[in-house]
């Protein structure tokens, strides 16, 4: 049962095609690995045995008569719940939300589209609450582990699916990244995530972060993570500010990196302190790029750090998306995430254009920085996952989630694709990313560059050993944090 729960989705499809295992098999399997894993990880919100399992048993009927409905008919799907699902709460990990009022009466369109495609969706991933920070805990949910180490983070804010992904919970989930939520959790646990060139997926209702939420394809390796992105990059008439649907499949890419020009800026001229084994398990893997034919130089692009205007854009949307709340609900809500909203509060429409502008430029720098280069390469993080249930490296000295986050939080303001990449593990056995960022609508040549990596062996990882139960209760306890 376990092995297949493992599977990926590509092989999946490819045994209901030839009669090997049903869809009702692979969903009871994938659904038991969600309950094995659920004491430990904190992954689940939400786990929809009844409902997953009649989906199966429709798919299996579909598999026989020789008429599957989509490109992922009968294959086990988790969502993030910051993304509306029929008839299920959107609980966004706050207590502020009333599960009995918050039943959604439409699907979101990545939603929309896994279902017009026969998915089978398992279960709502956790998020931190309304999404804000680079970890996965929340007042409501509590902490979501990591499963090569339960002490430390699954990243975040779509640590949830990145964790049951890891775990074998599935072989594929629906994430968000506003600042890196895809590609954090992804590289804190051992997946595949990309983050597509903003309007590939069509948002709705659309985000309070506005253009810097993407919404994207998360998996254990690049080939299911393109087969998800054929899925939800199809069209919606809701979302106004969508781009022109892509032209072809991304199952496709051009085969090999032979000729491509890639640059490689391992720590953003010096601007990131790197630890040495994800400095070092980065560079082999661009080694080996070059080794493949790569056309490598090692440069680094315009990216003077523009943190604060992140912040501002982003408490902004902070403060937007909690505008509703009055005193009481104020009070169910994470001390830290108060305080960030009180800076959104506080921020001017003058501050906010000026960080506007800031954007603009940066993005006018990395479109003129492709013109040179096909892809950038970096690491996706400056270090491995750190302890569980604190938003910044114990005695780091960082206030914010953004300070270790530097390599990520950038492309969501240029609005890029960005993909992450495990491309080994530290001495404690955690895993090490490497993220790989286009020009905006280049998602199918940084997916090109991700499939020569696991082609060639040098991306992906072992899967960690089964997890044992946290220790400590697996509840969030916030620490007092002052406006």
Not at 222 to 236: C, I, M, P, Q, T
Request: hydrophobic share 40%; aromatic share 6%; glycine share 10%.
């Amino acid at each position: 049962m376990r092995q297949l729960a493992r599977l990926s989705a590509v092989r999946m499809l490819d045994g209901y095609r030839r009669g090997e295992f049903s869809p009702v098999e692979v969903t009871e399997a994938v659904l038991r690995r969600c309950e094995e894993v659920q004491p430990a990880l904190n992954a689940f919100v939400r786990l929809d045995a009844d409902r997953a399992l009649d989906a199966a048993r429709a798919s299996a009927e579909r598999w026989r008569r020789g008429r599957p409905a989509g490109l992922l008919d009968g294959v086990p799907v988790s969502v993030k719940d910051l993304l509306p699902q029929h008839g299920v709460p959107t609980l966004r990990g706050s207590r502020t939300v009333d599960p009995a009022a918050r039943l959604a009466d439409e699907d979101a369109p990545a939603v929309a589209r896994l279902r017009e495609h026969g998915a089978v969706f398992t279960g709502r991933t956790t998020t931190p609450e309304f999404g804000w920070k680079g970890v996965t805990d929340s007042p409501l949910t509590g902490i979501t582990r990591n499963p090569y180490d339960v002490g430390r983070t699954a990243g975040g804010s779509s640590g949830g699916s990145a964790a049951a992904l890891a775990a074998g919970a599935g072989p594929l989930s629906v994430g968000t990244d506003g600042g890196g939520s895809v590609r954090i959790p992804a590289a804190c646990c051992g997946v595949f995530g990309l983050k597509p060139t903003y309007g590939v997926v069509p948002v709705y209702p659309a985000s309070a972060f506005g253009t810097l939420s993407h919404v994207g394809p998360m998996a254990r390796d690049a080939a299911d993570g393109a087969l998800l992105l054929d899925v939800l990059g199809g069209a919606d008439p809701r979302d106004w500010d969508r781009a022109a649907p892509p032209s072809g499949t991304f199952r496709d890419p051009a085969e090999g990196v032979r000729g491509l020009r890639v640059a490689f800026s391992p720590s953003l001229g010096g601007q990131v302190a790197v630890q040495p084994q994800v400095a070092a398990a980065v560079r082999r893997a661009v080694e080996a790029l070059a080794g493949l034919g790569a056309h490598v130089t090692e440069t680094d692009p315009d990216l003077t750090d523009r943190v604060d205007a992140f912040h501002t854009l982003w408490f902004s949307g902070v403060a937007h998306v909690t505008r509703a709340l009055g005193p009481a609900q104020l009070a169910l809500v994470e001390p830290e995430l108060r305080a960030v909203r009180a800076a959104g509060e506080r921020v001017s429409a003058r501050e906010y254009l000026t960080a506007r502008d800031a954007r603009a430029d940066l993005g006018r720098r990395m479109g003129l920085f492709h013109r040179r280069h096909d892809l950038l390469v970096t690491p996706t993080l400056p270090l491995t996952a750190f302890a569980a249930g604190v938003e910044v490296p114990p005695g780091s000295g960082l206030r914010r989630w953004t300070g270790w986050t530097p390599f990520t939080y950038p492309f969501n303001m240029t609005t890029q694709p960005a993909a992450s990449v495990p491309v080994g593990l530290d001495a404690e056995g955690l895993p090490i990313g490497l993220q790989i960022v286009g020009a905006r609508f280049a998602d199918a040549t940084v997916l090109r560059l991700a499939h020569a990596l696991y082609a060639a062996g040098i991306a992906g990882v072992p899967a960690p050993e089964p997890p044992a139960t946290a220790t400590d209760s697996s509840r969030w306890r916030p620490e007092p944090v002052a406006d």
